[in-house]
């Protein structure tokens, strides 16, 4: 069985400040972890995934994720975010690299100028 | 690459019709499709999982004679909606995956039955 939470249904910042979102995960095998970005209206967009390589993932627009075993966390960063990042993001797991994912509530990201 | 269309972008219908949403990969062979459902403000909830060739596997409460899916070929897979009514509208979202691989998601299909 596998579960993704994440904190913070809305997290807002400033342009140019850190962005962080959290994600924490449970699954009963080694997790495939996924972040995707989604644009009103539109699909889901992978920003960037773990699957057992670094620990450290470095995504598309500037966006990195860490997985932590011990913490069950896959918290998403971002150093300096910009106005265009303003959109829903999604945490998903895996029991595998193409099955089907379990996917967070999402967190609604607002970037003020 | 790794581009999934799906067809069409928004529908309205009159409740009790049918409405067929197709899903395509469009520069790869996709050997699994997933269908998910996403209400306003909500997150993805997966419907079901077809292979191509064989009967969709659904998730538990999606009730399969009204969520027909079919995954005739490696590159295209429909989801009909059967006898529509105005709770079934939503957001409609298919993802393809190879072999190995992430998902690809689709843009999404926005249902309203009227």
């Known amino acids: 069985a596998q579960s993704v939470t994440q904190l913070g249904s809305h997290v807002s910042v400033s342009e140019g400040a850190l962005v962080l979102l959290r994600c924490n995960y449970s699954?009963?095998?080694?997790?495939?972890l996924f972040w995707y970005v989604q644009y009103p209206n539109q699909g889901l967009q992978l920003l960037l995934k773990?699957?057992?390589?670094?620990?450290l993932v470095k995504g598309i627009n500037g966006f990195e994720a860490e997985f932590k075993k011990s913490e069950t966390s896959f918290h998403l960063t971002k150093p300096s975010a910009h106005m265009s990042d303003a959109a829903e993001y999604f945490c998903?797991?895996?029991?595998?690299?193409?099955?089907?994912?379990?996917f967070g509530d999402g967190t609604t990201l607002t970037v003020k100028p | 690459g790794a581009v999934v269309s799906q067809h069409p972008s928004r529908v309205i219908c009159k409740s009790g019709t049918s409405v067929k949403i197709e899903c395509r990969s469009l520069?790869?062979?996709?050997?699994?499709m997933f269908w998910y459902r996403q209400f306003p403000k909500q997150s993805l909830m997966l419907m079901a999982t077809?292979?191509?060739?064989?009967?969709?596997?659904?998730e538990q409460g999606v009730e399969k004679d009204k969520f027909l899916i079919n995954h005739a070929s490696l590159t295209l897979s429909t989801l009909t909606v059967t006898s529509a009514h105005p709770e079934d509208s939503s957001f409609y979202i298919c993802?393809?995956?190879?072999?190995?691989?992430?998902?690809?998601f689709g843009p999404g299909t926005r249902l309203t039955v009227l």
């Open positions: 998903a797991v895996s029991g595998t690299n193409a099955g089907k994912s379990t």
């Open positions: 699954s009963s095998v080694p997790p495939y």
């Open positions: 773990y699957t057992s390589a670094a620990t």
């Open positions: 077809s292979n191509e060739g064989s009967k969709a596997t659904y």
């Open positions: 993802s393809a995956s190879r072999s190995v691989g992430e998902q690809f």
């Open positions: 520069d790869f062979q996709a050997t699994t």
